[in-house]
Nanobody, 116 residues
């Protein structure tokens, strides 16, 4: 059974930083691309960043390029999202996602609130 458990969210002031973690189990972690999505109130869930199975290829939404960094530790079965220079518009629930055996799997999400 696939499990994705996000952590690291919280309240931060504009310009601050947070590091999100997603601990994975129940599938062959080092064979899968991993992704971070976010969903703000009233908006659709959107892709923030993705990372290939080896970590060699990363992709980012234009809105976070240069501020966010996705990484992974295959030995720890964990994917990270380092978020710097946070803005109020980054406020959302952040989700980890993996496609495994034809099914999309999501974590429960972690709330990030950027406010002064």
């Amino acid at each position: 059974q696939v499990q994705l458990v996000e952590s690291g969210g919280g309240l931060v002031q504009p310009g601050g930083s947070l590091r999100l973690s997603c601990a994975a189990s129940g599938f062959t972690f080092d064979s899968r691309t991993m992704s971070w999505y976010r969903q703000a109130p009233g908006l659709e869930r959107e892709l923030v960043a993705s990372i290939s199975n080896s970590g060699g290829i990363t992709n980012y939404a234009d809105s976070v390029k240069g501020r966010f960094t996705i990484s992974r530790d295959n030995g720890k079965r964990t994917v990270y999202l380092q978020m710097n220079s946070l803005k109020p518009e980054d406020t959302a629930v952040y989700y980890c996602k993996v496609l495994w055996r034809g099914f999309v799997n999501w974590g429960q999400g972690t709330q990030v609130t950027v406010s002064s």
